[in-house]
């Protein structure tokens, strides 16, 4: 279609959560049920990553989105994909 301008797909980040020494399992599971809409299966797969591997991807959006995910009380960071 002539006229058009073709638009990129915004860039994608990923949300990096970090394992700390103080935080309950449980309570991570929640916040990725919560923030992230896992479900209690997947949720608990990623505490397990993030917890023996010290970090680990709760999700994969464009900016916007990504820093509304961060706004839970658990460290994480942004890393674009």
Do not use: W
Request: charged share 25%; with cysteine; hydrophobic share 45%.
């Amino acid at each position: 279609e002539k006229g058009r301008a073709r638009l990129n797909p915004p860039p994608l980040y990923k949300v990096i959560l970090i394992n700390d020494d103080f935080t309950p399992m449980d309570f991570v599971v929640k916040v990725l049920r919560h923030f992230f809409l896992m479900n209690e299966e997947m949720a608990t797969k990623v505490m397990l990553k993030i917890h023996i591997e010290g970090a680990g991807i709760c999700g994969i959006y464009p900016s916007d989105i990504a820093v509304t995910k961060d706004q839970h009380p658990l460290m994480c960071v942004m890393e674009k994909e």
